[in-house]
């Protein structure tokens, strides 16, 4: 939906997050005290709720709680009315529009279709609550709130039954009127909620505080929304649910549960089933799309904790463990894909109230259980802190763990037991007897039809090959097995303006995660994912039985010949299987194909046909063929309407298909597997020529196998972790494309600007036919798409050998002209931009004379330097950027890698200290030697991924300023893993203040489509500042796909980040700045116009210190000095500052001469000022939705976020000991000098976090998540609480300890969440057992677990030793053996052990570590180092 | 993807010459080969540049994909390599030979550059020996009949492409045999003249036609469906002095054309060097021609004068990278000079300003006169610096003006101010079916850029043909 005042503005891409709680009395006792609890673990959850920019409307906060009979009884017997007992009557909140006759309208209507139903309505209660109390933002948009009370029937039994009769009321209901929102509609269950700060739901609604309010169970939620926008109906809870999470791969879950209505048969529900569908409602948000997908399944008569394992599948398949639940997920895995994402749900039907947790367990959800069976959940430990005596056990959810409390039976269920419960229900191993899979085919014998050389150059040039994708795709592929790596980013123009005939999949972006929600590790937590894919009938998923499994099962999306011949022939009564070509005459029309294929299709499936072979093989001089991303996505679109989608599987055959993006557009849009036969081809007759020495087969295999890990990585971008639910997720954008053909073929992607239309596609695909067919072919064409190719046929670029010569010669002579005449070349030479389409409407303005315009000293304090880390680039070039912008006054950024602390306070400081996903040289030092700490949460090159940096580049000094070891492999996470939702990042701003409370905190984001909603987010969140960058974003090494394939260019996302901060009047509160690839003086004011007011260079700056985009920086090969640490080649380093000096005043000096022109004196004014721009005559592309918001708002320092850092408990702290609640976050970060605190009570998230050397925080009871994040050389020590039972399996501290800690000591006597010490660099820890993913990507340090360890332990750990008391033996089979291996503790180290639990018993008087010490020899063989290969090596060299 | 550290392994090391006092005793090739191994290794140094600038505009004028087949090449690719080459150059045996190779001094190795031409060379070389290079007949004929009027590498160029399109070439040559300069400007030692027959074969196996000892006749082109005038730029510059007429006094070209063609036909040349005082006007690759060719035929002695002063040995600050160094530049005919006589031949910053004849009209002496660069860049005599040099064979090669007025005159064209026949919107139409290019187009240039612009007058004209736009 297209806001025309905000034409950038995507409602769709709201997200949102939050904290969560639940309160269940498991005697089954209706209290108040239940809900007056729950409210106040909302409360004391603010911190996690967002809040509009004045701080009064909330982003929405809600309760669930059984029927308040005895209140409802109090009311219906004032009026007169006769309600029943309880269960013999439902209540329905409704949320009205605000208008009397509309609400008396509606409810008519309401009360005539119950009637129709037979569900007699008792009467309408208006819900006494406080308007005043609300922000205006609230109150503006608050709809008249009533309850309904509908008789229950005498037909109908109570409970389920008859909730399932008021369901189908709400359904029918829907269906007519939407502009009523019905939160409940229930006989057991009742939300109150709204738009309205965490602390104003209690005071808003009357019967919350009403002693009368009682009930057995209560959920609430608070609710963090990237928009500030009012809406009342997606405050949580949902019907039956309340979410804490994202789910990524929503588009696709919503399409194939659209599509699976045909296919559904209820035999709970009957035809009833028919008069609810949609089953999920468009429009809403994901966690309503979830939510309406879980009430069905429970209405169609699933037990509630099933449909949560339904949805929220576990890793089973990456799973070691032979779990006997396991064929019970299969047998559904082959009916419905997993609803992927970060997720803590809580839900209920008012008899129980159950809890999930996704595969991934990326979401926090802690458990207690009091002496009198009261069962807290909580997105915190011990925030209902009165509790604390009671509780006599603390635990947490795991990924992909399940939970249930009946309230009928008391009983409380865990994962195991509720998952073998299920699993017995049905004989689901037997069942799995139907599935096929396709190893179990037997083997076809195909002699691959190999043409000789000229036909296969010919089909390649039909398909569009380049000598690229042959030599620097194909290739690498085969050889390595690995998708091929570049440097240097994407200068070449967007598909559309490009002149090189680019295939289709080239106009389509990745889209990637950004701060709402975590990228996945698809390599180092390979566990977590799965690659499986089925085929065939999708079955009745309503109804058991062997049938529903009758799939067919692959391990990879990527078939061979041999094995697509085995689908082809496969013999099944199951499986109707015809292939349908793609061809076409050359004398149709590519429109006229597509109709007459669609016919193909529907004959097929109207004959039964279940599996649809697309096949374009057969290409010659008269036929062409669809192109194959078109066909699946429009064959895909085209059964979606004809409701055969679940019936049908697509598979590919094609030539077309050759690279890791165009396997994952494939995949997104439809097709379950995909043989891409030329592709293999080429790879047969590389081996033939020897240049991969290799069998064919195992090349083909290699190439298989990089493809399927390509298109993996590129879902778990987004955070996806399985295929299955990758598929037709549609995780994509088009740019450049025709509004109406997406619409049409790739419905519901994002698509922004115009462009190529169904036309043009035709004669891009003509163009390669003709020139395969009409002319000679004697080679493929050198395109040079990444590195630059001149001649015939080439692709543009930005940084042309004449640009760049031109650019150099300007700086290094000191030549204002030489620069004009760079500045000309770009604007009208180079490749067209999107900035290059724009020009100035200077006839709409008084020119002023220049004196008047602010000067170019002044003007280039805004500029900054790009991140590039010490370790990417050379000291030297690192050093000369530097001492470039301190010497303007701009600012310089120190990249991701760490500074030397011998630069700080010296002209060689980087004004900007980055803080990334590998926190690599990130001290407390480090971040107060900042102007600005900059977190990234995204680069332009490779957004949504991760980096490694080889241990050959990891000298001496790049390992000291990265705080770690020579020679021993980086690994940046692709997560910041204390950021996996956008309350996360709040908490990160939050600690990072407090660590340097003079810093401004800005937040680095990449551009694509809803970056502006993620940037009001951060804004929320408290950031200073917000970098949009460009995705053409240059870098040290990023996959080839990635580079040229993620992100959208600056433009879009800047004017789109100034659109709805301006919407969600937040822009004054940040900075926003912009990069990408600019280069002119032109660029900056087009950047300018659009909304940023601060801006940066990485390229331009590298050319001027002699960079002439080699495009080697990954190999550590450049010749000019820059991007190496070779000293060979440093020697050979020829910048000097004032190169980059120069560069930025000439930038100045043409901004300055345009500002005159525009009759502008500063920058300021006219930032935002987009109605300065105008479309130029001849562009290619409809820029009106950038240029037609215009508003002149920039950066106001007093609109600055307030931390209220005076009111911490740590800056007022008088004595030795204090007592803390959750709300006391970042605990001890702001303590000055050097102390030793005892606490008691309950450690907010971050506890300790950057805590330098001299202070020492001890804690008594349990803490949350992030304790000693970056830890800088304090001591923290945690012990069970003093006041209450503990038990040693109790959980103590949360998620993700000692992130990037650098050194000091943490010593836990208690248990810890997962991740504990996830790139832990030098801190030394003891803890007394560890979730999932333990000791992840650390490389230096010491832990020592004294108990159990979960799953995936060590992943990506390239330095550092764990030790771990290994009582049982268990330890291998948790053990991620990637880098790492297990061996006896070397006697050199067991002195270290030694002390290091001497340490611990006298810190925490842990009784585990008294009795090992009393006898430590008889216990060290228990101990089990596991330690890297390249570490071990690096210890015996020191 | 090139080898990554290559440039720090390898030091960049050219073909070598045959040592100069064997190579002055005939006209046979100068070049050796440098054993295989050395020659992988010399293409390893490519570094596989992000921005190529040796196939760029600063480098080759054909856009070869320099990269790519220096990488195939150091993987021992040789064919593969040899077809990356193919698909840009059409001529790789001669450019391999004659070209300055302006790639090499483009290339991001700076001085230390990759030897693209040596590598070039290697590779088309290999192609012949091997039999990979064979006859490409176009499977399908257009019916289309093309004239190409002139053989030189413009003419080759044009004619090559436009019948691998499928059109039937003709090629018009009013010589004895094909190959304009390149068979008769350039010297045997440095372009083999049976190398450019083996090409000539290989074009006629491959269907094209050519008419030699023929004048291009306006009436007879008029039967074709197009015409690419590729009749070069052969007016050479005059000295403007009395005595033009002398006996002993000769245009460098009608020089190295009599040496050619007395090597080919086994008699003496119509001019001979042998025992005479040679001058050569003009410091440039002709002139350096005619040095090594008077040389070879036994002159008593060679001066060659230069006009400009003598370049500096590294860059000048106005001509950096990797624009074409204006460097001092000592070739394999000064070098064959120096070897003989222990100086340079060369003389800069002088010319001829009278030419000194007998009674019979015969060359005896020459007048020089030194030059001086005027503020305004011009050079202009020194009065009082007049010098006589005895001489009995005036060599000038100050290059060419541009195309033949007899030419212009039979084929009604109009040329510019520079004598080129131009089409003032920059293509090579010259309206209705006609088209020009190289040197006639462009003026006097390399062979590399005669063939590219050959190439770029036969897809003009190929578009033209097929009605594709």
């Given at each position: 939906?297209?806001?025309?005042?905000?034409?950038?503005?995507?409602?769709?891409?709201?997200?949102?997050?939050?904290?969560?709680?639940?309160?269940?009395?498991?005697?089954?006792?209706?209290?108040?005290?239940?809900?007056?609890?729950?409210?106040?673990?909302?409360?004391?959850?603010?911190?996690?709720?967002?809040?509009?920019?004045?701080?009064?409307?909330?982003?929405?906060?809600?309760?669930?709680?059984?029927?308040?009979?005895?209140?409802?009884?109090?009311?219906?017997?004032?009026?007169?009315?006769?309600?029943?007992?309880?269960?013999?009557?439902?209540?329905g909140m409704f949320f009205l529009p605000e208008d009397e006759v509309g609400v008396r309208n509606i409810c008519r209507i309401f009360e005539q279709l119950a009637g129709a139903e037979q569900l007699p309505v008792i009467g309408w209660r208006d819900v006494p609550c406080h308007p005043a109390l609300l922000g205006a933002g609230a109150r503006r948009t608050m709809p008249r709130i009533r309850q309904c009370f509908i008789r229950r029937p005498s037909d109908t039994p109570a409970g389920e039954a008859f909730d399932r009769r008021l369901y189908l009321l709400r359904r029918i209901f829907e269906k007519q009127d939407t502009d009523t929102y019905i939160c409940s509609l229930s006989s057991r269950t009742i939300v109150y909620k709204g738009m309205m700060l965490v602390t104003q739901l209690r005071a808003f609604y009357d019967d919350l505080q009403d002693v009368r309010y009682v009930s057995r169970m209560a959920m609430v939620h608070s609710r963090f929304s990237t928009n500030t926008f009012p809406s009342w109906s997606k405050a949580h809870p949902q019907r039956m649910l309340l979410h804490n999470g994202e789910i990524n791969t929503i588009r696709g879950n919503h399409d194939r549960m659209k599509a699976r209505e045909e296919t559904m048969r209820s035999p709970v529900m009957g035809e009833d089933m028919r008069r609810v569908l949609p089953v999920v409602q468009e429009g809403g948000s994901?966690?309503?799309?979830?939510?309406?997908?879980?009430?069905?399944?429970?209405?169609?008569?699933?037990?509630?904790?099933?449909?949560?394992?339904?949805?929220?599948?576990?890793?089973?398949?990456?799973?070691?463990?032979?779990?006997?639940?396991?064929?019970?997920?299969?047998?559904?895995?082959?009916?419905?894909?997993?609803?992927?994402?970060?997720?803590?749900?809580?839900?209920?039907?008012?008899?129980?109230?159950?809890a999930s947790l996704d595969r991934n367990g990326l979401r926090p959800l802690r458990c207690a259980m009091t002496d009198d069976r009261r069962l807290i959940l909580s997105s915190e430990a011990g925030v209902l802190f009165e509790e604390n005596a009671h509780i006599i056990r603390r635990w947490k959810l795991k990924s992909g763990d399940v939970l249930e409390a009946d309230l009928h039976s008391g009983e409380l269920l865990e994962s195991r037991a509720l998952k073998t419960r299920f699993a017995k229900a049905h004989p689901y191993t037997q069942w799995m007897q139907h599935l096929i899979r396709l190893d179990d085919l037997p083997r076809e014998t195909v002699t691959p039809a190999s043409p000789d050389d000229d036909v296969r150059l010919q089909l390649c040039r039909a398909f569009g090959y380049t000598w690229e994708d042959l030599h620097h795709v194909l290739l690498p592929m085969a050889r390595n097995g690995s998708e091929p790596i570049v440097s240097m980013g994407a200068d070449e123009p967007l598909a559309a303006l490009s002149r090189t005939h680019p295939p289709l999949s080239d106009y389509f972006k990745q889209r990637f995660a950004q701060v709402t929600n975590p990228p996945i590790d698809?390599?180092?937590?390979?566990?977590?994912?799965?690659?499986?894919?089925?085929?065939?009938?999708?079955?009745?998923?309503?109804?058991?039985?062997?049938?529903?499994?009758?799939?067919?099962?692959?391990?990879?999306?990527?078939?061979?010949?041999?094995?697509?011949?085995?689908?082809?022939?496969?013999?099944?009564?199951?499986?109707?299987?015809?292939?349908?070509?793609?061809?076409?005459?050359?004398?149709?029309?590519?429109?006229?194909?597509?109709?007459?294929?669609?016919?193909?299709?529907?004959?097929?499936?109207?004959?039964?046909?279940?599996?649809?072979?697309?096949?374009?093989?057969?290409?010659?001089?008269?036929?062409?063929?669809?192109?194959?991303l078109l066909a699946v996505s429009a064959l895909e679109q085209h059964l979606i309407h004809i409701k055969k989608r679940t019936a049908v599987s697509v598979i590919l055959e094609s030539g077309e298909p050759r690279d890791v993006h165009q396997l994952a557009l494939l995949i997104g849009y439809g097709a379950r597997a995909v043989n891409p036969y030329l592709a293999h081809d080429c790879v047969r007759s590389l081996c033939a020529k020897g240049e991969v020495e290799k069998s064919a087969s195992d090349a083909i295999r290699a190439y298989n196998a990089a493809l399927t890990a390509g298109v993996l990585k590129i879902a778990s971008k987004m955070g996806v972790s399985t295929l299955q639910a990758y598929q037709s997720a549609q995780l994509f954008e088009a740019i450049g494309l025709d509004g109406k053909m997406v619409e049409r073929y790739f419905t519901n992607t994002p698509y922004s600007l115009g462009g190529t239309d169904l036309n043009r596609v035709e004669a891009d695909s003509r163009f390669h036919h003709e020139a395969a067919f009409c002319l000679p072919v004697t080679g493929l064409p050198a395109v040079g798409v990444h590195k630059l190719r001149t001649g015939e046929g080439a692709q543009e670029h930005l940084y042309a050998p004449e640009t760049i010569h031109l650019l150099q010669q300007a700086v290094w002579n000191d030549s204002r002209d030489l620069f004009e005449r760079y500045a000309d070349r770009v604007e009208h030479e180079g490749p067209r931009t999107i900035r290059s389409m724009l020009d100035f409407r200077f006839e709409a303005c008084h020119e002023i004379p220049l004196e008047e315009v602010e000067s170019e000293a002044s003007i280039v304090t805004r500029f900054r330097t790009g991140a590039m880390s010490y370790g990417s680039i050379s000291q030297e070039a690192h050093e000369c950027m530097a001492m470039a912008m301190n010497h303007l006054g701009g600012r310089s950024n120190s990249g991701e890698g760490g500074e030397l602390p011998s630069r700080y306070r010296t002209d060689l400081n980087s004004a900007i200290k980055q803080v990334a996903s590998g926190r690599f040289g990130v001290t407390r030092e480090y971040l107060l030697s900042a102007q600005e700490i900059q977190i990234k949460m995204a680069q332009g090159a490779k957004p949504g991924e991760g980096g490694h940096l080889p241990g050959a580049k990891v000298t001496e000094s790049v390992a000291k300023t990265r705080c770690s070891t020579p020679g021993i492999s980086l690994i940046s996470p692709p997560p910041h893993h204390d950021i996996y939702s956008i309350e996360d990042l709040a908490e990160l701003i939050y600690d990072l203040q407090c660590a340097n409370d003079q810093a401004k905190i800005t937040v680095k984001l990449v551009s694509s489509t809803g970056v502006g909603t993620?940037?009001?987010?951060?804004?929320?969140?408290?950031?200073?500042?917000?970098?949009?960058?460009?995705?053409?974003?240059?870098?040290?090494?990023?996959?080839?796909?990635?580079?040229?394939?993620?992100?959208?260019?600056?433009?879009?996302?800047?004017?789109?980040?100034?659109?709805?901060?301006?919407?969600?009047?937040?822009?004054?509160?940040?900075?926003?700045?912009?990069?990408?690839?600019?280069m002119t003086g032109h660029d900056v004011m087009v950047a300018l116009l659009l909304g940023a007011e601060q801006f940066g260079f990485a390229t331009a700056p590298l050319i001027t210190m002699g960079c002439r985009m080699m495009r080697v920086c990954h190999l550590g090969t450049c010749p000019f000095g820059i991007a190496t640490q070779n000293p060979e080649l440093r020697a050979r380093f020829r910048g000097k500052p004032e190169y980059v000096e120069r560069f930025m005043l000439f930038i100045a000096g043409q901004m300055r001469r345009i500002m005159a022109r525009l009759g502008a004196r500063t920058v300021d004014e006219l930032v935002g000022r987009s109605d300065l721009l105008r479309m130029k005559q001849d562009a290619a592309l409809d820029l009106s939705d950038l240029i037609g918001f215009s508003r002149n708002t920039h950066f106001q320092p007093d609109a600055r976020h307030d931390f209220h850092l005076a009111e911490r408990t740590d800056i007022r702290l008088f004595q030795d000991h204090v007592h803390l609640t959750t709300t006391d976050r970042a605990f001890g970060t702001m303590l000055r000098g050097s102390r030793s605190v005892q606490a008691q009570g309950c450690g907010g998230q971050s506890f300790g976090a950057f805590l330098p050397e001299g202070q020492q925080i001890t804690l008594y009871g349990v803490a949350n998540d992030y304790l000693g994040k970056g830890l800088s050389g304090g001591t923290i020590a945690v012990c069970p609480p003093v006041d209450s039972v503990w038990r040693e399996e109790d959980t103590l501290i949360g998620n993700v300890a000692l992130y990037g800690a650098t050194s000091g000591y943490a010593l836990i006597a208690g248990m810890a969440g997962e991740r504990f010490a996830v790139r832990n660099s030098g801190a030394w820890a003891v803890v007394e057992g560890v979730g999932d993913h333990g000791c992840e990507y650390m490389t230096g340090g010491r832990v020592c677990v004294l108990g159990p360890v979960g799953d995936n332990f060590a992943a990506g750990m390239s330095g550092g030793i764990a030790w771990v008391l290994d009582e049982h033996s268990t330890l291998r089979s948790h053990l991620n053996a990637g880098h790492v291996q297990i061996v006896p503790v070397a006697p050199a180290q067991a002195g270290e052990l030694r002390r290091l639990l001497i340490m611990h018993e006298k810190a925490t008087g842990s009784r585990k570590a008294r009795e090992i010490l009393t006898n430590f020899e008889t216990w060290l063989p228990c101990f089990r180092a596991v330690i890297s290969e390249e570490y071990m090596t690096f210890l015996k060299g020191v | 993807m090139g080898k990554a550290t290559g440039f720090l392994e390898t030091a960049r090391m050219e073909n070598p010459l045959r040592a100069e006092d064997v190579r002055l005793k005939d006209f046979s090739d100068l070049h050796l080969s440098l054993p295989v191994r050395e020659r992988h290794s010399q293409a390893s140094r490519c570094m596989d540049c992000g921005v190529p600038f040796c196939q760029s505009d600063f480098g080759c004028p054909l856009h070869n994909l320099i990269p790519e087949w220096n990488d195939l090449l150091w993987q021992g690719q040789e064919k593969e390599a040899l077809s990356r080459l193919l698909l840009t150059a059409p001529f790789p045996e001669f450019t391999g030979r004659v070209c300055p190779a302006l790639c090499e001094k483009a290339c991001n190795l700076a001085d230390e550059g990759v030897t693209n031409r040596d590598n070039e060379l290697y590779l088309i070389e290999t192609g012949f020996a091997r039999g990979w290079v064979v006859p490409r007949v176009p499977s399908r004929r257009t019916g289309k009949q093309v004239a190409v009027v002139g053989s030189g590498p413009a003419g080759l160029a044009a004619a090559d492409l436009l019948n691998q399109r499928g059109h039937s070439v003709t090629v018009i040559e009013r010589a004895d045999r094909p190959g304009g300069l390149m068979m008769y400007g350039i010297p045997n030692m440095k372009l083999p003249k049976e190398i450019v027959e083996r090409r000539i074969r290989l074009m006629e196996a491959e269907g094209i036609s050519f008419l030699l000892n023929t004048e291009a006749d306006p009436d007879q082109l008029r039967a074709f469906d197009a015409v690419i005038l590729c009749c070069g730029s052969r007016r050479p510059r005059s000295l403007n002095l009395p005595h033009m007429d002398a006996e002993g006094v000769h245009y460098a070209v009608d020089y190295l054309t009599c040496a050619t063609r007395s090597l080919l036909s086994g008699s003496d040349p119509v001019i001979s060097a042998s025992g005479r005082h040679v001058v050569v006007v003009g410091g440039g690759d002709t002139g350096n021609d005619c040095v090594a060719t008077a040389l070879r035929q036994g002159a008593s002695s060679v001066t060659q004068l230069e006009m400009m002063p003598r370049p500096l040995t590294a860059r000048a600050p106005g001509n950096p990278w990797p624009e074409w160094p204006r460097t001092l530049r000592t070739d394999y005919g000064q070098l064959e000079a120096i070897s003989v006589t222990g100086s340079d031949p060369r003389v800069y910053e002088t010319t001829v300003s009278g030419i000194q004849v007998d009674e019979h009209n015969r060359i005896h002496s020459v007048e020089t006169v030194r030059l001086k660069r005027t503020p305004e860049g011009r050079m202009e005599p020194v009065s009082g610096s007049e010098r006589i040099l005895p001489s009995d064979l005036l060599l000038i090669a100050a290059g060419f003006i541009g195309c033949e007025e007899q030419t212009l005159r039979t084929l009604s064209l109009k040329a510019d101010a520079r004598g080129r026949v131009l089409p003032a919107d920059g293509t090579h139409a010259l309206g209705g079916s006609w088209f020009s290019a190289g040197d006639l187009r462009t003026g006097q240039s390399l062979v590399v850029r005669a063939i590219a612009d050959g190439r770029a007058a036969a897809h003009e004209a190929d578009a033209f043909l097929t009605d594709r736009h």
């Open positions: 939906m297209v806001d025309r005042q905000y034409p950038l503005y995507h409602q769709e891409l709201e997200h949102e997050s939050c904290g969560v709680g639940a309160i269940v009395d498991l005697t089954g006792k209706a209290t108040h005290r239940t809900v007056d609890q729950a409210l106040s673990i909302v409360e004391r959850l603010a911190h996690r709720a967002g809040s509009d920019a004045l701080g009064t409307t909330g982003d929405g906060v809600g309760i669930m709680t059984n029927l308040p009979h005895a209140l409802f009884l109090s009311w219906a017997t004032e009026e007169g009315l006769v309600l029943g007992n309880p269960g013999e009557y439902g209540v994901d966690s309503q799309m979830l939510d309406n997908a879980m009430e069905f399944l429970y209405m169609n008569g699933f037990p509630l904790p099933l449909t949560g394992m339904i949805l929220l599948p576990e890793p089973w398949q990456g799973s070691p463990e032979k779990t006997p639940w396991r064929d019970l997920y299969r047998y559904y895995a082959s009916m419905m894909e997993p609803w992927d994402g970060p997720a803590a749900i809580l839900y209920s039907d008012g008899d129980r109230v159950c698809a390599l180092r937590e390979e566990m977590k994912t799965d690659c499986s894919i089925y085929i065939g009938d999708d079955g009745n998923l309503l109804s058991d039985g062997p049938d529903n499994c009758t799939v067919l099962e692959l391990t990879s999306p990527v078939l061979t010949e041999e094995e697509l011949a085995r689908i082809r022939n496969l013999r099944h009564s199951a499986f109707q299987v015809r292939t349908i070509s793609l061809l076409y005459g050359k004398e149709k029309s590519l429109a006229q194909a597509l109709s007459t294929f669609f016919s193909a299709c529907d004959a097929a499936c109207r004959e039964g046909v279940n599996i649809l072979i697309l096949s374009d093989r057969g290409v010659d001089p008269s036929h062409l063929a669809i192109p194959s993620i940037a009001s987010g951060v804004a929320k969140a408290g950031a200073g500042g917000i970098l949009i960058s460009g995705g053409e974003g240059g870098t040290g090494a990023a996959p080839m796909s990635s580079v040229h394939h993620a992100g959208l260019p600056w433009e879009i996302g800047l004017a789109e980040a100034h659109q709805v901060l301006c919407r969600n009047r937040l822009r004054q509160k940040v900075t926003l700045e912009t990069d990408g690839k600019l | -």
